[in-house]
């Protein structure tokens, strides 16, 4: 069936260090593609998205390029700060339903 | 900007209770949906709705009904609330279209004793 496997946490980086999340999907046709980021306390919300082959979302520093060859859809950001301490979702969706993937929390040090 | 409200933040229930989970959009939404959201388990769809009166089971519908009588509002009830349905509770909605993006409430954090 469709799922969205991304990698374990907690990641823990220092300010300034670049950020890697891997993200693989299975999925019939050809979905959407999302990470969603969740702040302490809050709901998710949506950080970049890409809906189809080759493309590039990107928001906030952050990128991810849909990679359909690979099925993966890895979360990268150049210098983190203190500020981006959350929880990211990988998620894909060909219709009503998204599929999520576990998240991965990321602490930040200063 | 799309707003997803919750009717509660925080909520404590007694087992046994009949519990209603509101949660209102705003931006004219189609689909509407309900998540539980529990540590090493990712968010996992209770149920959702395509349409006004419409609903479709989820991956974990057992326990809970949803109602849908206006476009904006989706409720969701535990009719008989027990200690293992103690969790986060996410709302969300999305439009149809090309990409189904969600937007999310703030969730609310149910706690049943």
């Known amino acids: 069936g469709d799922s969205v496997t991304q990698m374990e946490g907690p990641v823990t980086l220092s300010e300034e260090a670049f950020l890697t999340i891997n993200c693989t999907y299975t999925?019939?046709?050809?979905?959407?593609l999302f990470w969603y980021v969740q702040y302490p306390g809050e709901g998710l919300q949506l950080l970049l998205k890409?809906?189809?082959?080759?493309d590039k979302g990107s928001n906030k520093g952050f990128e991810a390029t849909y990679r359909k060859e690979t099925t993966s859809f890895h979360l990268e950001k150049g210098s983190v700060q203190v500020s981006d301490s959350a929880v990211y979702f990988c998620?894909?969706?060909?219709?009503?339903?998204?599929?999520f993937g576990a998240g991965t929390r990321l602490f930040v040090k200063a | 900007d799309v707003k997803v409200t919750q009717s509660s933040r925080y909520l404590v229930k007694r087992t046994g209770e009949k519990v209603f989970l509101e949660c209102v959009q705003d931006?004219?939404?189609?689909?509407m949906f309900w998540y539980r959201q529990d540590p090493g388990l990712g968010l996992r769809l209770i149920y959702f709705?395509?349409?006004?009166?419409?609903?479709e089971k989820g991956d974990i519908p057992e326990g809970y009904s949803v109602s849908r009588e206006k476009k904006e509002r989706f409720s969701l009830i535990l009719e008989s609330a027990s200690t293992n349905q103690t969790s986060m509770y996410l709302c969300?909605?999305?439009?149809?279209?090309?990409?189904?993006?969600?937007?999310f409430g703030p969730g609310t954090r149910l706690t049943v004793t």
């Open positions: 709705s395509y349409d006004v009166k419409m609903k």
């Open positions: 890409a809906t189809k082959a080759d």
């Open positions: 999925a019939t046709g050809y979905p959407s």
């Open positions: 998620a894909h969706s060909g219709g009503f339903k998204t599929i």
């Open positions: 969300a909605s999305s439009p149809t279209g090309a990409s189904y993006e969600q937007y």
């Open positions: 931006m004219d939404h189609e689909n």
